[in-house]
């Protein structure tokens, strides 16, 4: 801790102006440093020569066009401090690296075995991601997992789940901790792909209804999420359906019966989700129909929630595309003044919103991280 006022603070609040520029323009040499933090040029030098020495920029290029020597660039390592992202699918494990910069890296997939453990599943997940990306292992402090289950932080308990075999009910976190000493985040896949989809749209109050072979649905309101006393809001697969939905499916149960993977087998006619999925698009009888199911689970989701808007995201969304979301809100306008979307976070939400959260992380560590030692003010 240092007194508020004195050189040492001054020089700590510069290098962390300092990083945040690098952060948001990428690479900058001294004299463009100096123009973007309002400094001078040996003052801006200062900056990047204590941020050089606490490993956090390095080199990175040279500036070019400019009358003169060329001048050294210097960006935010990569290395520095990472995290992983994880998503824990029934039939696969995805991982990414997530580094400082929120730079694109390769998305690690890998099967699922049958003898696993929170343990054995997130290992494997870090060092697939780490080969991917060509970084070191070492350099990773921070892992966000995202289960298709409800979970709550404060006990350390898992629920609404089945595609976690080996997974304690209660201490999955803890277990993997204390085996890769890292920090560990676990979260629902629906609650990230919503961040997700928040952060490439912008869009604050809204429900985000995941349509896969599971539902569930993601809560914001005002920009936060809404996990519930124990972690479970959103957990709509399980509501049974209304009597109308007797004339479409009399069968149905609940509403993963009617628009999970149980309803779209039986509705395209086919063995499997996956064939399901690949027979949907351009199919306008079958996405009417299935417009149908779904404005019955947005009407329940609505009566609850009342949501400014309500966006489509999941496998099934992503396949039926814009014409989907159009037929359901045609359906949906009968009843309720509420606009429906189609999800614009792309094909690994939950992996996008686990990085959104790596990348806030890491930076507030890291600049947390930079204070200036005293006596080195110059």
């Known amino acids: 801790m240092t007194t508020t006022g004195t050189p040492t603070w001054l020089a700590t609040q510069n290098d962390r102006t300092a990083f945040r ?30 941020l050089e020495r606490a490993g956090l920029i390095s080199p990175a290029g040279e500036v070019t066009g400019a009358r003169g020597p060329n001048a050294t660039s210097y960006g935010v390592r990569t290395d520095s401090l990472t995290g992983v992202a994880i998503s824990m699918l029934e039939d696969a494990i995805e991982a990414v690296l997530v580094d400082p910069t929120d730079a694109v890296h390769p998305v690690a997939v890998l099967p699922t075995g049958t003898d696993r ?7 494997e997940a870090v060092v697939a991601a780490c080969a991917a990306a060509g970084v070191r292992r ?17 006990s350390d308990r898992l629920s609404f789940t089945d595609t976690l ?26 609650n990230l792909a919503t961040l997700a989809e928040g952060a490439a749209t912008g869009l604050v109050d809204f429900a985000y209804l995941w349509l896969g072979e599971g539902l569930g649905a993601g809560l914001d309101t005002g920009g936060h999420l809404q996990r519930g006393a124990s972690g479970s809001a959103g ?63 947005v009407e329940a ?40 979307l189609a999800g614009r976070a792309g094909s690994h939400p939950v992996l996008l919103g ?16 930079i204070v200036a030692p005293a006596g080195k003010e110059d």
């Open 235 to 297: 957990e709509i697969g399980y509501l049974e359906v209304p009597r109308s939905a007797l004339a479409i499916d009399p069968d149905a149960f609940d509403f993963t019966d009617l628009v999970g993977w149980p309803g779209m087998t039986a509705l395209l006619g086919c063995g499997t989700f996956a064939e399901a999925l690949a027979a949907l698009p351009g199919n306008d009888e079958a996405l009417e129909s299935l417009a149908e199911r779904i404005a019955l689970l």
């Open 138 to 154: 070492d350099s990773v402090s921070l892992l966000v997992i995202g289960v298709q289950a409800a979970f709550d932080a404060e």
């Open 165 to 190: 075999p080996g997974w304690p009910d209660r201490g999955a976190r803890a277990l993997i901790e204390q085996a890769t000493g890292l920090t560990v985040i676990i979260e629902n896949d629906v």
């Open 301 to 340: 989701l609505a009566a609850v929630v009342d949501p400014a808007r309500v966006v489509l995201g999941g496998p099934t969304a992503l396949v039926g595309g814009e014409r989907l979301a159009e037929l359901v809100q045609a359906r949906v306008a009968t009843r309720r003044d509420l606009p429906v």
């Open 21 to 50: 520029l690098l952060l948001t323009h990428g690479p900058l040499s001294r004299s463009q440093l100096g123009e973007l933090s309002g400094m001078s040029k040996p003052t801006a030098g200062q900056m990047i020569a204590r």
């Open 354 to 369: 686990a990085r959104r959260l790596l990348v806030e992380s890491i930076r507030e560590r890291l600049e947390d991280a």
């Open 117 to 123: 453990t929170p343990v054995s599943d997130v290992t």
